[in-house]
């Protein structure tokens, strides 16, 4: 059994290797979400986390924090919105998009992208090891846009049954990023693909047609695409 750490917003589950993970509805209202610590982050406990609804986010020399807010942010494939000044953008196909072809140089410039408002990254070695190990399963993936044979942009996350869990994005040219978003939600969807879990509410995911729904729902959602 997990150890509880009590804090001055509530009690967070303290995690072993071996602990399963608490009950969302355990997860704290503030932070939203915060549910579990754990010393190390392994790839199975990873695959363990998502089907439950939990994903892992921190910060660097931090522990691992695992989280499942509610709401949560996510996209079913058909409800993808494609701008017009988008969508001339990929008619004008001057792009390579590839799938898989250079993985760990896309969680790297995840990893090293500036971001507004955030210092440092969350994306450190122990994040970049983990989904490394979970590509090599065949489990993570990664959507790359090439210009001129350079890496201009692109996405990361994992694929279990009918939902992908997206990670983290990144482009170095204007829009780069959404074409890679776009074509890989288009081809997720040509796969099978049902839900699309985006995690936390941005602007830029709710333009292109993510919507909040209550955790609650979020775990039927995946009770029903996740089989295995």
Same mark, same amino acid.
């Given at each position: ?5 009590? %804090? ?27 549910i579990a610590?754990?010393? %190390? ?11 439950? !609804?939990?994903?892992?986010?921190? *910060? ?5 924090l ?15 919105? &494609? ?7 990929i008619?004008?196909? *001057? ?52 210009v001129?044979?350079?890496?201009v942009?692109?996405?990361? !996350? ?20 959404? &074409? ?9 969807? *040509?796969?099978? &693909? ?10 830029h ?24």
């Amino acid at each position: 059994m997990a150890q509880w750490i009590k %804090t001055e917003f509530g009690s967070i589950a303290l995690l072993s290797n071996h602990d399963p993970f608490p009950k969302t509805d355990q997860a704290l209202i503030e932070p939203n979400g915060l549910i579990a610590i754990s010393k %190390t982050l392994e790839a199975k406990k990873i695959i363990e986390a998502y089907k439950q !609804g939990i994903f892992p986010w921190f *910060n660097e020399h931090e522990p691992i924090l695992w989280w499942s807010p509610d709401p949560r942010l996510i996209l079913f494939p058909e409800d993808l919105i &494609i701008s017009s000044s988008l969508s001339k953008k990929i008619r004008k196909n *001057n792009y390579r998009f590839l799938i898989d072809n250079d993985f760990s140089s896309i969680i790297k410039h995840c990893s090293e992208i500036k971001r507004k408002g955030q210092d440092g990254t969350w994306i450190d070695d122990r994040i970049i090891n983990a989904y490394t190990e979970l590509h090599q399963s065949k489990i993570a993936h990664s959507f790359e846009i090439y210009v001129n044979e350079n890496l201009v942009g692109g996405l990361y !996350g994992i694929v279990l049954d009918g939902v992908f869990f997206g990670e983290s994005m990144f482009h170095y040219e204007r829009d780069a990023s959404k &074409i890679a978003f776009v074509l890989a939600i288009q081809h997720l969807k *040509n796969i099978g &693909i049902k839900m699309v879990d985006c995690q936390m509410k941005t602007n830029h995911l709710l333009s292109l047609g993510a919507k909040e729904i209550s955790r609650d729902r979020f775990i039927q959602l995946l009770n029903t695409y996740i089989k295995t």
